[in-house]
């Protein structure tokens, strides 16, 4: 596990009064098997901040990367009848990785979060013939390709949509290191 969900963990009980396992037994408790609801439950009736409530939402389904043996399956699955967008998410995973040696990659069920200190991008294949890039960069006017995030995630400010090779562009990999340069 990561340390930076370690120590969201370990502050649980201070923020809440409650242990990280109660919390996943409350959410066991409550019926509700969808991540979004169970995130919105968390907000509407604990007062959780989004940050947590997503993270305890992922502990209880199972679906974030330290509830799984290995993360590369996670990767694979993602990509199960999408094999053409593999590629484009190897080229930007090969460009995030070269900005520098604190590049997290933290594979969930449908996507992947790119973490420095905090997330800074996430990629997902959002249809068989687009994938998503996510981007945290408060404060950019969205331009051309780089798009207000919308309802794609909650935790992006901006998304690029990506469907073919020549989307990932110098201009797509600059927001990227943008964003990594935020994040630090």
Same mark, same amino acid.
């Given at each position: =596990?990561?340390?930076a969900t370690q120590t969201m963990i370990d502050n649980?009980?201070?923020?809440?009064?409650?242990?990280?396992? /109660?919390?996943? /037994?409350?959410?066991? $408790?409550?019926?509700?098997?969808?991540?979004? !609801?169970? &995130?919105?439950? +968390?907000?509407?009736?604990?007062?959780?901040?989004?940050? *947590?409530?997503?993270?305890?939402?992922?502990?209880?389904?199972?679906?974030?990367?330290?509830?799984? /043996?290995?993360?590369?399956?996670?990767?694979?699955n993602q990509y199960e009848g999408k094999e053409g967008?593999? /590629? #484009? *998410?190897?080229?930007?995973?090969?460009?995030? $990785?070269?900005?520098?040696?604190?590049?997290?990659?933290a594979p969930k069920n449908a996507y992947v979060s790119?973490?420095?200190?905090? $997330?800074?991008?996430?990629?997902?294949?959002?249809?068989?013939?687009? +994938?998503?890039?996510?981007?945290?960069?408060?404060?950019? %006017?969205?331009?051309?390709?780089? !798009?207000?995030?919308?309802? #794609?995630?909650? =935790?992006?400010?901006?998304?690029?949509?990506? %469907?073919?090779?020549?989307?990932?562009?110098? !201009? &797509?990999?600059?927001?990227?290191? !943008?964003? *990594?340069?935020?994040?630090?």
């Open positions: =596990m990561d340390s649980i009980l201070k923020n809440t009064g409650k242990p990280f396992e /109660e919390w996943l /037994e409350i959410v066991k $408790q409550s019926g509700l098997t969808k991540h979004g !609801e169970i &995130v919105k439950y +968390l907000k509407d009736n604990h007062a959780f901040t989004h940050g *947590y409530a997503n993270l305890v939402a992922h502990k209880a389904k199972g679906s974030d990367a330290g509830s799984v /043996e290995n993360q590369d399956d996670l990767v694979s967008l593999k /590629e #484009f *998410y190897d080229k930007l995973i090969s460009e995030i $990785q070269s900005f520098g040696a604190d590049v997290e990659l790119v973490r420095r200190k905090k $997330q800074f991008a996430l990629i997902q294949p959002t249809t068989k013939t687009r +994938l998503d890039l996510g981007l945290n960069i408060k404060g950019k %006017e969205p331009e051309g390709k780089l !798009e207000k995030s919308g309802s #794609f995630n909650a =935790m992006c400010s901006h998304r690029v949509r990506i %469907e073919s090779a020549s989307d990932i562009t110098s !201009e &797509v990999i600059g927001w990227l290191k !943008e964003a *990594y340069d935020n994040a630090g």
